[in-house]
């Protein structure tokens, strides 16, 4: 079965600090992992995504996330946070055996930059 | 702009109702996918569409019916809904053999 875990229903850091917004995941076999972020109002929007290379992926707006297959984690992290970051962000898997491109998503987890 | 479009932006519709939703894609992309967002819950997913053809029903109530006339098209008919069917309906888009979704922005669907 594949799953997805954020641990934190909200994270509050402050306007240029560094910031990190927790995942771990479960899959069969080799995981497809993916961030994604939803502004208030729309829909989702993706930032980056793990397939298989350099575990530190970069993405939009400045974000990287880093893959940790002994952790089985993809923690979503940005050097310098700006109030703009201030979103719901979602993690998100599927595994390389199934066929379908089915993504199993979190509950997400709400980022507030405190100015 | 994410590319795919969905109307309308928002929609009551009492529980006797008949109403559709709307998903258009300008990407390319040959899958389609419907999916339900409540508060706290992870993002549900309801149908999946490949190539046109059904892949995936992810034990949805007989209440919510899908269509697909082509790879940039997927409706989603409702009727008899119920108050608890009330939520953000996500259309998204990918290639078949790709891996990133491109999301809708959604529909906002009250049911009173």
């Known amino acids: 079965a594949q799953s997805v875990a954020q641990p934190e229903d909200q994270v509050n850091v402050a306007e240029g600090n560094p910031l990190t917004v927790k995942c771990t995941y479960s899959?069969?076999?080799?995981?497809?992992l993916f961030w994604y972020v939803q502004y208030p109002n729309r829909g989702l929007q993706f930032l980056l995504k793990?397939?298989?290379?350099?575990?530190l992926v970069k993405g939009s707006y400045g974000f990287e996330a880093e893959f940790n297959k002994s952790q089985t984690s993809f923690h979503l992290k940005k050097p310098s946070a700006l109030v703009s970051d201030s979103a719901l962000y979602f993690c998100?898997?599927?595994?390389?055996?199934?066929?379908?491109?089915?993504?199993?998503f979190g509950t997400g987890t709400r980022l507030t930059v405190i100015p | 702009e994410t590319g795919v479009t969905q109307t309308p932006r928002h929609l009551v519709m009492g529980m006797t109702n008949k109403k559709s939703l709307k998903c258009e894609q300008h990407l390319g992309h040959n899958a389609m996918y419907w999916y339900k967002q409540s508060a706290k819950k992870p993002l549900e997913l309801m149908f999946v569409y490949s190539l046109e053809e059904r892949v995936e029903n992810n034990s949805v109530p007989s209440r919510f019916s899908p269509e697909c006339p082509n790879s940039s098209h997927l409706f989603l008919h409702l009727h008899t809904l119920q108050p608890e069917d009330s939520a953000l309906y996500l259309c998204?888009?990918?290639?078949?053999?790709?891996?990133?979704?491109?999301f809708g922005p959604g529909t906002r669907l009250t049911v009173t």
């Open positions: 899959v069969s076999g080799n995981p497809y």
């Open positions: 793990y397939i298989t290379g350099d575990n």
């Open positions: 998204a888009s990918s290639q078949v053999q790709g891996y990133e979704q491109y």
């Open positions: 998100a898997v599927r595994d390389d055996q199934t066929g379908a491109n089915n993504l199993f």
